[in-house]
């Protein structure tokens, strides 16, 4: 998976939980959400002149978070004893995600995985470096309108295991935003549970070509 440098605001917004909070390390499985950030560029990015949308860049899927669920549900903010992670603890995640957006994922959702802060962090780290992105949308010629089902398709091609009940692709307005990817709590593929399949219901999401 290529580097990103996100900020929390790049993610499309997951909708709110039907649980506020929680109890630390109380889940059923974990969602890994990866962005596709050309998308973001084209929305946010450009108008911020962000570094990591210049030409040459080369970043499509990048590292949103890592989400623990429940069956129905999810938990987030959750209480812990685990003390929040250093500068240098967020600042190491740079590789995947900007500091700022390894603090949010902590706070929002490490906290609930019952792990500590670094822990958590290498549990992600973990759980991406074991997902493979399909080389088919390296080379992307223009910008592309694609069924939901051929993003997905491509997914579980590139990773042997991921099967279509455990995988899902979300858009916002007319363009892909995300695919979430579910895994048991020892980071293996699962089906999603029925809450979090929210498939894109556009017939085709546009694909901006990689930068």
């Known amino acids: ?22 109890v630390a390390g109380e889940f059923d499985y974990y969602i890994l959400s990866l962005s596709w950030q ?4 084209r929305t946010t990015g450009d108008g911020r002149d962000a570094p990591e949308c210049q030409n040459g860049s080369g970043r499509d899927f990048v590292v949103h978070g ?19 992670p250093s500068r240098r603890d967020t600042q190491a995640m ?30 992600l780290r973990e759980a991406a470096e074991a997902v493979r992105t399909p080389a088919v949308f390296d080379d992307l010629p223009r910008d592309i309108a694609l069924p939901p089902a051929v993003v ?26 995300e695919v979430r990817i579910c895994l048991t709590r020892d980071l293996e593929p699962r089906a999603c549970a029925p809450d979090a399949r929210r498939d894109c219901a556009r017939s085709r999401v546009l694909m901006e070509r990689i930068r």
Request: hydrophobic residues 45%.
């Open 94 to 123: 740079g590789d995947l995600m900007a500091p700022g957006l390894a603090l949010y994922q902590w706070r929002k959702h490490g906290r609930c995985s019952g792990l500590s802060a670094a822990g958590y962090y290498a549990a």
């Open 38 to 41: 050309p998308a973001w560029c």
């Open 66 to 84: 890592l989400w623990p669920q429940y069956e129905r549900g999810w938990p987030d903010h959750c209480e812990t004893r685990e003390r929040d």
């Open 152 to 177: 997905e398709d491509a997914f579980i091609e590139a990773n042997p295991g991921l099967t279509a009940d455990g995988i899902t692709v979300t858009c916002k307005a007319e363009a892909l935003a």
């Open 1 to 22: 998976m290529k580097a990103a440098f996100l900020v929390p605001v790049l993610a499309a917004l997951w909708p709110a939980p039907a649980l506020s909070d929680g």
